[in-house]
């Protein structure tokens, strides 16, 4: 017998189709055509349907027993074998086709013959297992219009055991629980009662959902998690079979507690009431006889019995005697293994003995003045049960946070039955927070929730919040109006409209924002009263027939800066390039138009059309001001002065300007503090023809230097000289290469003692020399170098040795009015050449020393330079001997001449002759300058 799963996949679909090839003798149909005396094969077809026993299961006979062949065998009507083969039936197969040739009978005609069949199911050792047949079957000749259907032949079992016709299942009923288990074992027998052995039997469940059969073959199955009974089969192929019953309960799954929690008992006797837990399967039903163990955990006291068996229905209980602390207690019931375990019982044992008071009746949250406040409180034990025991006096009185006030009515009461109360207490003095506190001897005392005594009708208004101290313009801070009684409580029950408005204010002073709204609980709150105008004021608070409310007097100041305005200073008339005899003077406001005085506010200016102010930003004073000096464009016209501040605006001021505009622009002017730069001994000294090329070089570059203007252009150079030393002059000895290399450069020149010339300088002047000045120049005369350098020209100063010249504190005197605040020091000690310079553009392609260097003997030396003056050269001792200083073209006011005191004397200190350490090689002797 094979496997039933190798049986069912030999024959899972058992139809087996045959074909015959049907040969006709020639002459005897009468369908067959014949020429030239051929003999014409006809052919046919059938096809046959086998029929196997069905199982009590639904399930067919032929995947129970394997089999290899079929022998197929066709008998004519006269019982002579038309055919007899044997066909392989391969595993896996589900039909076979079969083509064979068959005679004809003489007789056939065009409808076909019929034949017996038969059939025979074979196992591989040649044993037919199950047989089919006889039955007809009619070979239809093909191309015929006959197609037969498969004709059914019923097959039955023909193996071992085939003469079977009883089973017999031993036991007849077994007893499991879920995912048990269970064996049957069978008998075949035949008619006579001999058992047959071998014979093959198909067991199944016919209960599947309850329980499985293992294998088939085999009685071995198991019981599924699903209460009840299921129905075993064993059945013959033959077809009779035997049922038996499996019965099926669930084991133990869970335990729950069942009755007899939260319990309350008096300290060492036993509860009214057992503790019971119920064991129940996985479908909840319950499950008798498990054992479930009770202990004791916390306490004390003991249970009736340690262990108990579950009943039918799944129930164990056992009573509980608490032990002697008063308090929880806790048992336990546990089975292991079970979810839910283990239970726990809670119980709470007390002493008859009362410890506090607690209240059972207390004074409503809101209680008129003068009524009476209802007050009832009771005696507990240590549970929280009334000690009926207790009979004591208690004693009532306000608690500790409550207002200091009277409490009236009897203050104590005698407990009847652990209960005490007070009838007749009362509190006249509106307040909240108030509690009642009541207190026994030996006895923990209990406290009232807090309750409020409320006051009566409004009588009168008055200002709670109110700005007392001013506030800023704008949205005052919230306004709260207070209703109150006769007695001055918050009257909490008025809800009356109330208005405010103005009793005192500044001229035009308006109130604004919601003046009029409903108290709520005695109070109106006014959160948007608005007032704009600076200045003092006094609120009033109105509400039909109350009395009013009058609030004291309070200030309204100016809110944060929000925009700039111009305070003074604006439209005057000055020059072109001039500046305003009268500062400009800006102030703050705040968004309403108050002047404000906002200190530390970062203020910057700025000029149209050219012009300037000084200072050009600041930051406001304790006044919220800000002044400048407003220097107008140079040109005519309206021009503006714009003030701006972050977050603020700007504002603006005009001015009108009329007239000539005065000089305007930046010069330079080239300080050198020695003579003998330029002269032909040091230096200009001629190497061939060539000048010192540093010194040259500097010239070269300073009237080349990019300027504009009138005099920008110009080609003549004027040599003011006060010493008149006709040594130095540009035609003469001394100084005949610097006058060749002006010439070269395409200028004429000038020379005079007379400051007169530069009021003004002449048109055609490119290049001023001043040259030692003596005396100092006048107003109109600075004026004129400051007009000239602002329109092109250029100024160079040359100073001179202290041993020859003394008045170093008129050059000083000169240039702090041009704009400088250089100091000529009157000290030279250490003579030498130029050691190193700075980068500007009046010192390009000058070396720093040697061959291409600047060359000069001694200076004084200048110290204290401005902001915008450029330090060119220094000496050996590494001090300034050589600056380029910024004029200040504007024009200068007479209150501003710096102090000057004119030199009327020579020193001609004798000094001590110093041999030079560069080309040329000379000497300087005290007699007379080189």
């Not at 068959?102 to 044993?127: C, H, I, Q, R, W």
């Not at 038996?244 to 060492?268: E, F």
């Not at 409503?364 to 003045?369: I, K, L, M, R």
């Not at 949205?475 to 008025?494: H, P, W």
Request: proline fraction near 6%.
């Amino acid at each position: 017998m094979t496997s039933l799963r190798s049986t069912w996949r030999v024959v899972l679909l058992p139809v087996l189709l045959a074909a015959a090839s049907l040969v006709g003798s020639c002459g005897r149909d009468a369908s067959a055509p014949v020429a030239n005396g051929v003999t014409l094969v006809r052919r046919g077809a059938f096809s046959v349907e086998p029929l196997f026993p069905r199982l009590v299961t639904g399930k067919s006979l032929e995947g129970v027993v394997a089999f290899e062949k079929v022998r197929i065998v066709l008998h004519r009507a006269d019982g002579s074998v038309a055919l007899d083969t044997t066909v392989l039936f391969p595993v896996g197969a589900d039909s076979v086709v079969l083509a064979a040739t068959v005679p004809l009978s003489p007789t056939a005609g065009s409808g076909g013959e019929n034949f017996k069949l038969d059939l025979g199911y074979m196992n591989a050792a040649g044993e037919v297992v199950f047989k089919g047949g006889p039955v007809d079957v009619t070979v239809a000749p093909k191309g015929s219009n006959t197609n037969p259907p498969p004709v059914q032949i019923p097959v039955r079992y023909s193996g071992p055991g085939s003469t079977a016709t009883k089973v017999t299942i031993a036991p007849r009923s077994v007893s499991v629980v879920d995912n048990q288990g269970f064996t049957f074992t069978a008998v075949a027998s035949d008619a006579s009662g001999t058992a047959l052995p071998s014979t093959p039997l198909v067991w199944a469940s016919l209960d599947p959902s309850r329980a499985l059969i293992n294998q088939p073959s085999l009685g071995v199955g198991n019981a599924l998690g699903i209460r009840g009974t299921a129905r075993i089969v064993a059945q013959l192929l033959t077809g009779p079979a035997d049922t038996v019953l499996v019965t099926i309960s669930l084991s133990p799954k869970a335990i729950a507690l069942q009755g007899g929690d939260g319990q309350k008992g008096i300290v060492s006797t036993a509860l009214p009431q057992p503790v019971a837990v119920k064991v129940t399967a996985s479908d909840g039903v319950g499950v008798g006889g498990v054992n479930v163990a009770f202990a004791v955990v916390t306490g004390g006291g003991s249970v009736a019995n340690a262990t108990v068996a579950t009943d039918a229905s799944g129930v164990a209980s056992t009573g509980w005697t608490l032990g002697a602390t008063p308090g929880e207690q806790t048992i336990t019931a546990s089975v292991s293994g079970l979810t839910g375990s283990p239970v726990t019982f809670k119980a709470t044992a007390r002493s008859v003995t009362p410890v506090a008071l607690s209240i059972v009746t207390e004074p409503p949250a809101s209680n008129g003045a003068g009524n009476a406040l209802p007050l009832t409180v009771k005696a507990l034990d240590a549970q929280g049960d009334i000690a009926k025991s207790f009979t004591g006096t208690v004693t009532v009185a306000l608690s500790a946070s409550s207002p200091s006030v009277p409490l009236l009515g009897t203050l104590t009461a005698t407990a009847v039955d652990g209960v005490a109360s007070f009838s007749d207490l009362r509190i006249n003095q509106v307040g909240t927070g108030y509690a009642l506190t009541t207190s026994a001897s030996g006895l923990r005392s209990a406290t009232t929730s807090s309750f409020a005594i409320v006051p009566g009708p409004a009588q009168r208004l008055e200002f709670g919040s109110y700005p007392v101290f001013g506030m800023p313009a704008g949205v005052l801070d919230a306004v709260a109006v207070i209703a109150r009684d006769r007695a001055g409580n918050v009257a909490t029950g008025f809800t009356g409209a109330v208005t405010v408005s103005l009793l005192a204010s500044p001229s035009g002073a308006v109130l604004t924002g919601t003046t009029k709204l409903n108290a709520v609980a005695g109070v109106a709150t006014f959160e948007n009263l608005l007032l704009t105008l600076a200045g003092e004021y006094q609120l009033l608070a109105t509400s039909p027939d109350i009395v009013a409310g009058k609030g004291p007097a309070f200030p309204v100041t100016p809110g944060p800066a929000n925009q700039l305005f111009v305070v003074s200073g604006s439209g005057q008339t000055g020059s072109p390039g001039g500046s305003l005899g009268t500062p400009v003077t800006f102030g703050l406001r705040d968004r309403y138009g108050n002047t404000t005085y906002t200190t530390g506010l970062t203020v910057t200016f700025a000029a149209s059309d050219g012009g300037s102010a000084s200072p050009s930003s600041g930051v406001t004073t304790a006044t919220g001001q800000l002044s400048t000096t407003w220097t107008l464009g140079r040109i005519t016209g309206t021009q503006t002065l714009t003030a701006s501040s972050a977050g603020l605006g700007a504002a603006t001021a005009s001015a009108t300007a009329s007239g000539v505009a005065s000089p305007s622009g930046g010069g330079e002017i080239l300080v050198v503090d020695d003579v003998n730069a330029f002269d032909d001994n040091y230096g200009f000294a001629k190497s061939g023809a060539t000048y010192n090329y540093g010194n040259a070089k500097l010239i070269t570059n300073f009237l080349n230097y990019s300027t504009s203007g009138a005099h920008a252009g110009a080609s003549k150079v004027l040599l003011v000289a006060d010493r008149g030393n006709s040594d130095y002059t540009l035609a003469g000895s001394n100084w005949y290469n610097f006058g060749s290399l002006l010439t070269n450069l395409g200028l004429t020149w000038t020379q005079t003692s007379s400051h007169s010339a530069v009021a003004p300088v002449a048109s055609n002047v490119k290049l001023v020399i001043i040259h030692t000045p003596m005396t100092n120049f006048s107003f109109t005369e600075i004026n004129g170098l400051k007009a000239f350098a602002a329109d092109g020209g250029r100024i160079l100063m040359v100073g001179e040795n202290q041993y020859y010249y003394s008045y170093q504190s008129v050059e000083t005197a000169l240039l702090r009015n041009l704009g400088s605040s250089i100091t000529v020091v009157p000290a030279c000690a250490a003579w030498g050449e130029i050691v190193r310079s700075v980068s500007h553009p009046l010192t390009a392609g000058v070396s720093l020393t040697g061959t291409g260097g600047f060359y000069q003997i001694c200076s004084s030396y200048h110290t204290g330079h401005g902001a915008n003056d450029t330090i060119l050269m220094y000496d050996a001792a590494n001090r300034v001997v050589g600056t380029v200083i910024q004029v200040n073209t504007t024009p200068l006011q007479p209150a501003l001449l710096a102090p000057m005191r004119a030199q009327r004397s020579v020193q001609a200190e004798v000094a001590v002759p110093r041999k030079l350490t560069g080309s040329p090689d000379l000497t300087i002797g005290p007699a007379k300058r080189p």
